[in-house]
């Protein structure tokens, strides 16, 4: 079975701060791992996959088999990441799972 | 290129109705796969169609089904629909290449349709 937790529903960081956001997964084969993004009045995008090992935004995930985790990290908080993050894991031929989410709350 | 598009974007229906949501991918996207999204669960996965047959499928009841057409657009339908089922219903399509394509693709995502069950 596929599982995704994001163990925390919203997180308030002041403009500048560093920014941690916790996803943690059950999966017993090698996972897929994606983390997605939805800003106010927008639709769901993805922000990056741990395949592409891409910064988008600034933003980076590794993924840590050992501990079971895709955490997002950013070093800087800007407005603009006020956000709902969601982390989402895939077996492989599109079934995706996505945790609860997370709402990034930045503060000015 | 145009997005996902869904329709209609509201919908309230009583208990006991059925209801039909559509989704066009964006072009050249050949699967298609279908979420709940409420407050307590957060995005939960339907299923998923490619090339006209479903291929995946989640933890829901009967009532929800669903097809998909030879030019991709995808329907879902709720019967029988209770209260529990108001949500926002996502659509989100994706390349997926083939059958055999083990590789996740990025999944775009349609606004959304609102469904109101009174």
């Known amino acids: 079975a596929q599982r995704v937790t994001q163990p925390e529903k919203l997180l308030s960081v002041f403009k500048g701060a560093p920014v941690e956001l916790k996803c943690n997964y059950s999966?017993?084969?090698?996972?897929?791992l994606f983390w997605y993004v939805q800003y106010s009045r927008q639709r769901l995008q993805l922000l990056l996959r741990?395949?592409s090992r891409e910064s988008i935004k600034g933003f980076t995930a590794d993924l840590n088999k050992g501990e079971t985790s895709f955490h997002l990290k950013k070093p800087f908080a800007q407005e603009e990441d006020s956000a709902m993050y969601y982390c989402?894991?895939?077996?492989?031929?599109?079934?995706?799972?996505f945790g609860t989410g997370t709402k990034l709350q930045v503060i000015p | 290129k145009a997005g996902v598009t869904q329709t209609p974007r509201y919908l309230i229906k009583t208990r006991g109705q059925q209801v039909t949501l559509s989704c066009s991918p964006i072009?050249?996207?050949?699967?298609v796969s279908w979420y709940q999204q409420t407050p307590g669960q957060g995005l939960q996965f339907l299923f998923e169609?490619?090339?006209?047959?479903?291929?995946n499928k989640g933890n829901f009841p009967g009532r929800f089904s669903g097809r998909q057409f030879s030019n991709s657009r995808s329907e879902m339908n709720v019967s029988t629909l209770e209260l529990g089922d108001s949500a926002l219903y996502l659509c989100?399509?994706?390349?997926?290449?083939?059958?055999?394509?083990?590789?996740?693709?990025?999944?775009?995502f349609g606004p959304g349709t609102r469904l109101t069950v009174l």
């Open positions: 989100a399509s994706s390349l997926r290449r083939g059958l055999s394509d083990v590789i996740t693709d990025t999944q775009y």
């Open positions: 999966y017993s084969g090698s996972p897929e």
């Open positions: 741990h395949i």
């Open positions: 989402a894991l895939s077996g492989g031929y599109q079934k995706v799972t």
């Open positions: 072009s050249g996207h050949r699967s």
């Open positions: 169609y490619f090339s006209e047959t479903q291929r």
